[in-house]
Nanobody
């Protein structure tokens, strides 16, 4: 069993910053990919940023230059630093992990960007 716990969401004004964290625990072996996804009601969940075990990163075009993903392999933790936040970044953010061909998800954390 794998458990992912996110933290760091909240309410922030446009232009502000937030840092999300996700800690993986349980039967953790070799993690292939960790990533952050977001979902708005009525829309599909989208990949925001991902990072491989070797440190290669991917960013959605909408967040390039504003968001930074990083991971601490020793702590099985992935972070998402979000800067210059916009109203359209408002969503529930989910941590995702791929390990041995299986996908695991956190419970999600709400990020609201509003003045």
């Amino acid at each position: 069993q794998v458990l992912l716990v996110e933290s760091g969401g909240g309410l922030v004004q446009p232009g502000g910053s937030l840092r999300l964290s996700c800690v993986a625990s349980g039967s953790i072996f070799s993690i292939d990919l960790m990533g952050w996804y977001r979902q708005i009601p009525g829309k599909q969940r989208e990949l925001v940023a991902g990072i491989s075990s070797g440190g290669s990163t991917y960013y959605a075009d909408s967040v390039k230059g504003r968001f930074t993903i990083s991971r601490d392999n020793a702590k099985n933790t992935v972070y998402l630093q979000m800067n210059s936040l916009k109203a359209e970044d408002t969503a529930v953010y989910y941590c995702g992990l791929t390990m041995r061909g299986n996908d695991y998800w956190g419970q999600g954390t709400q990020v609201t960007v509003s003045s």
